[in-house]
């Protein structure tokens, strides 16, 4: 059973950072890529970072390009998000999301979920 589970969210002002985790639960998590979205006021998941298998290959959504970073330890079966310099509009639930196929940047290529964590960014 795969399960996903996001931590680190929490309330910061703008200008603050906050690093988000995923633990996984997934056998061969080093064969999956790994993608984190964000809530939009539509209840869609939009793209927000993605890391290949390996942690070789990164992508950014324009948005969050430059203040966020994406990384992966394998060996604890774990995908991080790095956000800074924060702005009230990157206020949100953020989920990480797995996919045994390449990493990419639509939702429907992800097969498993976390519950989210809420982001909060005060101005």
């Known amino acids: 059973q795969v399960q996903l589970a996001e931590s680190g969210g929490g309330l910061v002002q703008a200008g603050g950072s906050l690093k988000l985790s995923c633990a996984a639960s997934i056998r061969g998590f080093s064969s999956y890529a790994m993608g984190w979205f964000r809530q939009t006021p539509r209840n869609e998941r939009d793209f927000v970072a993605t890391?290949?298998?390996?942690?070789?290959?990164?992508a950014y959504a324009d948005s969050v390009k430059g203040r966020f970073t994406i990384s992966r330890d394998n060996a604890k079966n774990t995908v991080y998000l790095q956000m800074n310099s924060l702005k009230p509009e990157d206020t949100s639930v953020y989920y990480c999301?797995?996919?045994?196929?390449?990493?990419?940047?639509?939702?429907?290529?992800?097969?498993?979920w976390g519950q989210g964590t809420q982001v909060t960014v005060s101005s």
């Open positions: 890391i290949s298998p390996s942690g070789d290959r990164t």
């Open positions: 999301a797995a996919t045994p196929r390449l990493l990419g940047r639509d939702r429907y290529n992800y097969d498993y």
